[in-house]
């Protein structure tokens, strides 16, 4: 978990005209719920991913570039098919 002061983030400006996308790892399966969003991918859970807080202030990261991967730790995040695939996926997205 996170145990940092919520004060501690910096916000960012999104720049207009780019695409941004993000990707959220958990080691367990999204089945496993409250679990899942507690271990996250052993370093970041999916709250603090996905741009939340846990005092529930979002910042600027648009919600409709998110995407999530299973059973993946953080460092697995660098090599894992699945991220790569989200990866392409999303830049041929870009590209349309």
Partial sequence: MNHR????HVDITL?????????AATLP?????PVAD????????????????????RRPLPVDSAHHVERVGHVG?????QVYTVIRNAMRL???
Avoid at 5 to 8: A, F, I, L, P, T
Avoid at 77 to 81: A, E, H, K, V
């Fill in 5 to 8: 002061n919520v004060q501690d």
């Fill in 15 to 23: 720049l207009p005209n780019a695409n941004y996308h993000f990707i």
């Fill in 29 to 33: 399966s999204r089945s496993l719920g």
């Fill in 38 to 57: 507690a271990i996250g991918d052993i370093l970041v859970t999916p709250v603090s991913a996905t741009g939340k807080s846990w005092s529930g202030k």
């Fill in 77 to 81: 995040l660098m090599t894992d098919p």
């Fill in 94 to 96: 870009s590209y349309l």
